[in-house]
């Protein structure tokens, strides 16, 4: 008799706990998908840099549906990249996913009201046991290469002060004077100026990998690593943006995802800065998807 | 996540992103709208201590706007009460909806985000009062036609709207001080906070691609020393100091005598809900609808309490006090016509006479045997 209130009291119980907020924060949804990526072997050198040769848009490519990240406050409201095509080649020492997607404006732009466009490959750290897609669950981080427009242009020499406001004025230093060379105890004293400088923030721009090695373990804990060996770059023609990002097969990096077994999972995620897309609003895969390594 | 939390500013439990963590005391700030010539002296102090570097040029943490048209962000609190729209404060309690409450599903909380040029024109609307000056107007209490200044840093809210928005978790609380700082090693840049922040007291920095804000300069505080906008106040409207929760208020501590003793200081927008630690006493010319609007129904019983400080030494005494030192006055006591203040373990730092002594010299100098003329 007892047995029969306590079980249906317990089972209303836990239903009400699941619903609570904190319940779903720790609810885990690992999702594997059916589509594959297979990275073709290829022997020699691999146009890193150049996304939009031939030998990327000759190989076959997969179309992956891309769905608003709905998880976590912030969420994306509105739709904006719908699917990706994916290619992938690897010459055993270094892997490389090739992304094109279409995209009307090429957002690269560093401003309080401007937004990048980007793109992002995800691997799970142990891939027996994958966990959430998104960003990783508690103690089972994803490993993230990241691409952003803005990063790119900073690198390739853009100021993004210099763009926005030309007639700008900087109350700035005497030690740097136009014409002046600057000395180095000087050079330390103007980077104490920027906190986000002198701290070494590996998100400045100028200063970060045109692709980011990211580490993620649930949406804030993340760390960006130290070892970055990642490389690419993204070109935008005609409405289309054409972006490589490449990593090393086999790194002795602990923070690295291993791919050398041949196979893994692999999640995309994509962001769209004229819809002011930026952090967890953005657009990702459905789940994993497997990942076949030729060799 | 949502947790329940306390608000005291608006007497009810409201939904917040993290539980209620309240730091072991919070820094806070009273400022006397009535006393500010809008010199700007506080917002040049900030600036060139904190913001002369590159991709700070559009940042003032400390700015001075005229109300009832000027604003920076251009039109901020337009935005955010439009979007929050039309609420209701009860007899004891606000009953309408905080920036959290409100926030559409899939957000933390309600938000805008202003445009690049609205951060262009720092003091739009300078001196512009609230309406034509018709012929015959002459002068009364509230003023038929008026304007004010409103002084605004960083709240270093309780419940901060930019630490609950920020998706990384670079953004905390000091337990120490309750200071709001962005962690400049962390922060990725993602704006969040710059859209939540109702009072919109967090800037973009196109340099370093991160989010900067007011840090109450935290090294003059640890020291004892008032931050430079406080410091430097050309009219004394600021007096810094420590907020108690209203149930641990003391009579001898400079910011509980005037938010919760007196009540004579408000906090601005306490609808907004982030329990917000920079306090207003209300200008006594201003229209008392829009100035409701602005500090909560306390404000027409703080405007009474104000005129009638020439009757009550102790409020006298204490805005006396205001900006007469460059110390924290955390103790303060009114006895025989002086107001003194203290440190928190009851040394004196200043003393101030509630009446300045008037002196006259009497007409004649004996000693020298000649009158004293104006003339020269
Ligand atoms: S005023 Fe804005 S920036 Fe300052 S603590 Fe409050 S919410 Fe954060
Ligand atoms: S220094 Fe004082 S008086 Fe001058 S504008 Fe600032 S708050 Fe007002």
């Known amino acids: ?295 | 996540m949502s947790h329940e939390v306390f608000n005291w500013q608006i007497n009810r439990k409201m939904t917040y992103w993290y539980p209620e963590h309240r730091p072991g005391r919070q820094f806070a700030g009273v400022f006397d709208i009535n006393k500010c010539i809008a010199c700007q002296t506080c917002s040049l102090a900030c600036k060139t201590t904190w913001t002369s570097g590159k991709g700070q040029e559009l940042m003032f943490w400390n700015n001075v706007e005229t109300k009832p048209w000027g604003g920076y962000p251009t039109a901020w609190d337009v935005n955010i009460l439009s979007r929050l729209g039309p609420q209701k404060w009860g007899a004891d309690e606000y009953e309408g909806a905080t920036v959290f409450e409100a926030a559409p599903k899939g957000e933390r909380v309600l938000q805008y985000q202003p445009e690049d040029g609205d951060w262009c024109n720092v003091n739009l609307g300078e001196d512009e009062c609230s309406g034509i000056i018709e012929k015959g107007t002459h002068l009364k209490l509230p003023h038929a036609v008026w304007f004010f200044y409103l002084q605004r840093i960083c709240n270093h809210c309780t419940y901060p709207a930019c630490l609950a928005a920020c998706p990384r978790g670079a953004i905390y609380k000091r337990p120490e001080d309750g200071v709001v700082l962005i962690d400049q090693k962390n922060c990725h840049g993602h704006r969040e906070c710059m859209k939540a922040c109702p009072y919109k007291r967090v800037f973009f920095n196109v340099v370093t691609g991160t989010s900067e804000k007011c840090i109450a300069c935290y090294p003059s505080l640890e020291s004892g020393k008032c931050n430079r906008c406080f410091e430097t106040c050309i009219g004394k409207i600021r007096l810094q100091g420590w907020i108690s929760t209203p149930e641990k208020a003391r009579e001898d501590n400079p910011v509980d005598f005037l938010v919760h003793i007196r009540k004579v200081a408000l906090p601005l927008y306490p609808q907004f809900g982030t329990e917000p630690n920079v306090y207003y006493i209300p200008p006594k010319q201003a229209d008392p609808v829009f100035l409701r609007q602005m500090f909560g129904p306390g404000v027409d019983k703080a405007i009474a309490t104000y005129k009638n400080a020439k009757n009550d030494p102790e409020l006298l005494g204490l805005l006396l006090l205001q900006g007469s030192s460059d110390r924290v006055i955390e103790r303060f006591r009114v006895k025989d016509g002086t107001a003194i203040g203290y440190t928190a373990k009851g040394a004196e730092i200043v003393r101030v006479p509630l009446k300045e002594p008037l002196h006259v010299r009497p007409y004649k100098d004996v000693a020298l045997d000649v009158f004293r003329h104006n003339v020269t």
């Open chain 1, 1 to 295: 008799m007892q047995r029969k209130i306590i079980f249906p009291i317990l089972t209303v119980f836990l239903l009400l706990w699941y619903c609570t907020p904190e319940a779903s924060a720790q609810k885990k949804e690992v999702k594997i998908l059916p589509e594959k990526v297979v990275s073709k072997f290829q022997a020699g050198a691999l146009p890193l840099t150049d996304p939009t040769s031939g030998v990327w848009l000759n190989l076959p490519a997969s179309t992956v549906k891309l769905i608003p990240q709905d998880v976590q406050e912030p969420k994306l409201a509105a739709p904006s990249i719908g699917s990706i095509k994916v290619r992938s080649i690897n010459n055993g020492s270094w892997i490389a996913f090739h992304i094109e997607w279409e995209d009307a404006t090429e957002d690269f732009n560093l401003r309080a009201d401007r937004y990048s466009d980007g793109v992002s490959v995800e691997f799970p750290l142990n891939p027996k046991q994958p966990p959430d897609h998104r960003m990783g669950s508690e103690k089972e981080p994803i490993h993230l290469l990241l691409w952003k427009a803005y990063q790119q242009k900073a690198k390739e020499g853009t100021s993004f002060l210099a763009l926005n406001y030309p007639n700008r004025w900087s109350d700035y230093s005497p030690y740097e004077l136009p014409g002046h060379s600057v000395s180095p105890a000087h050079a330390a004293e103007i980077k104490g100026l920027l906190p986000a400088v002198a701290l070494g923030n590996p998100i400045v721009p100028g200063t970060a990998p045109v692709v980011e090695e990211i580490n993620a373990e649930t949406w804030n804990k993340v760390t960006i690593q130290e070892d970055q060996d990642a490389k690419g770059k993204g070109t935008w023609k005609d409405g289309r943006w054409y972006v490589v990002i490449a990593r090393p097969v086999i790194t002795p990096d602990p923070q690295d995802a291993p791919l050398d077994g041949g196979s893994s999972y692999v999640a995309f995620a994509c962001w769209d800065g004229a819809k002011a897309n930026q952090g967890p609003r953005k657009m990702v895969t459905e789940g994993w998807l497997s990942l076949e390594i030729g060799k």
